[in-house]
């Protein structure tokens, strides 16, 4: 494990002197990476652990990030870190809602009910503008954090930067714990993990609360991040980024989950200037990597590494 | 609101419905032969439409040669990205494959885009719109055009599924693909057929609807109504996926008379979340059997 330990303290110390070596917009992108890294990981939880694929990640980063908002307008002086958890908490908390009732979905069904999901969520913002200002869109407080308000980039970058530690390192740590060894168990064979014993609709259930936990601390973060939010920025296709994000990535991994998320985030801020080309550009980079990559950017790792 | 505005309003319902039942028939065809969920359908639908439009604007055609222009279009393009694309993902996942729709239906629209540009055209229709009174009922001759022509091709497909070699072993296929495979049926040529028919469905899908919701590049996004219905169905059955579009087409013109527009454009999504709850397997569908 040397490489594998030395690959992490690089990244630490890259992480930690980001701001002081690039440019500014360049801190920016990195904390959008870094926030769609933890929704990537929380959908690959939800994902990778139960094969329970969700077209509605983008209806909890949205409550994430709504709860977030109105939180520090109605409460300025909330620390940042409570802020960021009570929202999280809030989304597991409709994750569940929304999951029980869905254990009775497999497949494309609970795909489809995820989706409908997303929808119903936007149009709530919409309607619900006395808390959200629905189409005119919310702007967003700038963070506290006991004396210090987090108002330049570097300060929300690391911010970011040390939440997605947190989630990460959780993340990685949790196939040690008995909830980890569950969904192992479960993501190798449902009926085999049912056999010993493993209650797969609890673990099941708590996929979906943990996954929408992770997505709504992340919408928070992206909240501060950005500085404005308005429903069409939640839609089915930031969804859809989120699903790309880590089959690309690969599945059931959380390097992977970084990897899908760094790599499509780059990729649209990188196509951006070639316009009405960039979905075709966009297209045709996930269908090459899906035909040359099958299984994603991990299992095409660890493919050239056994050789 | 009378009894007359009522029927009006679910015979155009109706109409909508007819779209989405096409839509949804053209995902389960390709879903039943290969297992995947076509993302594109949308996109191929609106890329023949536009494909038709464009000679019929080039050659002066009349509608029906349109039609069959786009019909042609379709099918080509479905046998090309099965064969170029679809099938060298063979070994791939089904989620790999679903990645390999997106991929494609961002381009097919990207492409429509810069081919036609994004903007919204009148497309010529096959009926008229002034309504004809039945009684007081007041309906539109293309709610019922749309209907009639729908009808048909269900009736048509029903023939080619119960009644032809290819249909039975679409059917096969569907059912048990290695029986299949041992009953001598390429398995292979019915992936072919399967991409080909699915389009061609969804071309004569979008030469109905385009006179009514104007042809642009956008109109691919009615892959998510066609998903919706398939899934309140239930995913797989072709009377679920007509079942489920035309119960999805009058809801949605329904709910706009009776509830506030807050809600109304949520009700599709409400609707079918309360379905599967009940249903989990949608209205015809049947769950499939866990196997180790």
Same mark, same amino acid.
């Given at each position: 494990?040397?490489?594998?330990?030395?690959?992490?303290?690089?990244?630490?110390?890259?992480?930690?002197?980001?701001?002081?070596?690039?440019?500014?917009?360049?801190?920016?992108?990195?904390? &959008?990476?870094?926030?769609?890294?933890?929704?990537?990981?929380?959908?690959?939880?939800?994902?990778?652990?139960?094969?329970?694929?969700?077209?509605?990640?983008?209806?909890?980063?949205?409550?994430?990030?709504?709860?977030?908002?109105?939180?520090?307008?109605?409460?300025?002086?909330?620390?940042?870190?409570?802020?960021?958890?009570?929202?999280?908490?809030?989304?597991?908390?409709?994750?569940?809602?929304?999951?029980?009732?869905?254990?009775?979905?497999?497949?494309?069904?609970?795909?489809?009910?995820?989706?409908?999901?997303?929808?119903?969520?936007?149009?709530?913002?919409?309607?619900?503008?006395?808390?959200?200002?629905?189409?005119?869109?919310?702007?967003?407080?700038?963070?506290?954090?006991?004396?210090?308000?987090?108002?330049?980039?570097?300060?929300?970058?690391?911010?970011?930067?040390? &939440?997605?530690?947190?989630?990460?390192?959780?993340?990685?740590?949790?196939?040690?714990?008995?909830?980890?060894?569950?969904?192992?168990?479960?993501?190798?064979?449902?009926?085999?993990?049912?056999?010993?014993?493993?209650?797969?609709?609890?673990?099941?259930?708590?996929?979906?609360?943990?996954?929408?936990?992770?997505?709504?601390?992340?919408?928070?973060?992206?909240?501060?991040?950005?500085?404005?939010?308005?429903?069409?920025?939640?839609?089915?296709?930031?969804?859809?980024?989120?699903?790309?994000?880590?089959?690309?990535?690969?599945?059931?991994?959380?390097?992977?989950?970084?990897?899908?998320?760094?790599?499509?985030?780059?990729?649209?801020?990188?196509?951006?200037?070639?316009?009405?080309?960039?979905?075709?550009?966009?297209?045709?980079?996930?269908?090459?990597?899906?035909?040359?990559?099958?299984?994603?950017?991990?299992?095409?790792?660890?493919?050239?590494?056994?050789? | 609101?009378?009894?007359?505005?009522?029927?009006?309003?679910?015979?155009?319902?109706?109409?909508?419905?007819?779209?989405?039942?096409?839509?949804?028939?053209?995902?389960?065809?390709?879903?039943?032969?290969?297992?995947?969920?076509?993302?594109?359908?949308?996109?191929?639908?609106?890329?023949?439409?536009?494909?038709?439009?464009?000679?019929?604007?080039?050659?002066? !055609?009349?509608?029906?040669?349109?039609?069959?222009?786009?019909?042609?279009?379709?099918?080509?393009?479905?046998?090309?990205?099965?064969?170029?694309?679809?099938?060298?993902?063979?070994?791939?996942?089904?989620?790999?494959?679903?990645?390999?729709?997106?991929?494609?239906?961002?381009?097919?629209?990207?492409?429509?885009?810069?081919?036609?540009?994004?903007?919204?055209?009148?497309?010529?229709?096959?009926?008229?719109?002034?309504?004809?009174?039945?009684?007081?009922?007041?309906?539109?001759?293309?709610?019922?055009?749309?209907?009639?022509?729908?009808?048909? !091709? +269900?009736?048509? !497909?029903?023939?080619?599924?119960?009644?032809?070699?290819?249909?039975?072993?679409?059917?096969?296929?569907?059912?048990?693909?290695?029986?299949?495979?041992? +009953?001598?049926?390429?398995?292979?040529?019915?992936?072919?057929?399967?991409?080909?028919?699915?389009?061609?469905?969804?071309?004569?899908?979008?030469?109905?609807?385009?006179?009514?919701?104007?042809?642009?590049?956008?109109?691919?996004?009615?892959?998510?109504?066609?998903?919706?219905?398939?899934?309140?169905?239930?995913?797989?059955? +072709?009377?679920?996926?007509?079942?489920?579009?035309?119960?999805?087409?009058?809801?949605?013109?329904?709910?706009?008379?009776?509830?506030?527009?807050?809600?109304?454009?949520?009700?599709?999504?409400?609707?079918?979340?309360?379905?599967?709850?009940?249903?989990?397997?949608?209205?015809?569908?049947?769950?499939?059997?866990?196997?180790?």
């Amino acid at each position: 494990m040397t490489t594998g330990r030395a690959l992490l303290m690089t990244s630490i110390v890259l992480l930690g002197v980001w701001p002081w070596v690039a440019p500014r917009y360049f801190v920016f992108l990195a904390s &959008v990476i870094l926030v769609n890294a933890i929704v990537a990981i929380g959908l690959n939880l939800l994902s990778g652990y139960t094969h329970q694929l969700s077209f509605g990640h983008a209806g909890f980063f949205a409550i994430g990030a709504y709860t977030a908002a109105v939180l520090t307008l109605r409460a300025p002086h909330l620390p940042v870190p409570l802020t960021l958890a009570l929202a999280g908490c809030i989304t597991a908390a409709v994750g569940l809602a929304f999951g029980i009732p869905c254990l009775r979905l497999g497949g494309l069904y609970l795909t489809m009910a995820t989706l409908a999901f997303g929808f119903v969520i936007t149009e709530a913002i919409l309607n619900l503008d006395t808390l959200t200002r629905g189409a005119d869109g919310l702007r967003v407080p700038v963070a506290r954090l006991g004396p210090l308000t987090l108002a330049t980039d570097e300060a929300r970058y690391y911010l970011v930067a040390v &939440v997605t530690a947190v989630m990460v390192a959780a993340a990685v740590n949790l196939v040690r714990t008995r909830t980890g060894r569950a969904f192992l168990a479960i993501r190798e064979s449902e009926i085999a993990a049912q056999a010993s014993g493993v209650p797969v609709a609890t673990y099941r259930a708590l996929a979906f609360g943990l996954s929408a936990f992770y997505t709504g601390v992340a919408g928070g973060l992206f909240a501060f991040v950005v500085g404005f939010l308005s429903p069409d920025a939640f839609d089915v296709f930031l969804s859809v980024d989120f699903v790309v994000m880590i089959i690309v990535g690969g599945l059931g991994s959380v390097p992977g989950s970084v990897i899908g998320a760094a790599a499509v985030t780059l990729l649209h801020d990188g196509l951006a200037s070639f316009q009405n080309y960039r979905p075709l550009i966009f297209g045709a980079l996930l269908i090459a990597c899906m035909l040359f990559m099958p299984g994603g950017v991990m299992r095409a790792v660890s493919r050239v590494a056994r050789r | 609101m009378t009894a007359a505005t009522l029927v009006h309003v679910v015979v155009s319902g109706l109409a909508t419905g007819a779209i989405y039942a096409l839509m949804a028939l053209s995902l389960v065809i390709i879903y039943n032969a290969t297992r995947t969920l076509n993302f594109a359908q949308g996109e191929m639908l609106m890329v023949s439409t536009f494909i038709g439009w464009a000679a019929q604007r080039a050659f002066h !055609l009349p509608l029906i040669a349109t039609l069959l222009v786009a019909v042609l279009a379709a099918a080509v393009m479905g046998w090309i990205i099965e064969r170029t694309i679809i099938r060298r993902a063979i070994g791939a996942t089904h989620w790999d494959v679903l990645i390999i729709t997106l991929g494609l239906s961002l381009m097919l629209r990207a492409a429509a885009g810069l081919a036609w540009t994004h903007d919204e055209f009148p497309f010529p229709s096959f009926f008229g719109t002034r309504p004809i009174a039945v009684g007081a009922v007041r309906l539109t001759p293309v709610s019922l055009g749309i209907i009639a022509a729908s009808l048909a !091709l +269900m009736a048509a !497909l029903y023939a080619l599924f119960t009644g032809t070699r290819l249909g039975r072993a679409m059917r096969a296929v569907a059912q048990n693909q290695r029986a299949a495979r041992l +009953m001598g049926i390429s398995v292979e040529r019915v992936y072919s057929r399967a991409w080909i028919l699915a389009a061609m469905v969804g071309a004569v899908a979008g030469v109905l609807v385009a006179p009514v919701v104007f042809l642009s590049s956008k109109m691919g996004l009615i892959v998510i109504n066609g998903f919706t219905a398939a899934v309140i169905g239930g995913f797989g059955s +072709m009377p679920g996926a007509v079942l489920g579009g035309m119960l999805l087409g009058v809801i949605e013109n329904l709910a706009p008379l009776y509830l506030p527009s807050g809600i109304r454009y949520s009700v599709p999504f409400l609707v079918l979340i309360a379905i599967l709850l009940v249903r989990p397997a949608g209205l015809l569908g049947r769950l499939e059997p866990r196997k180790v």
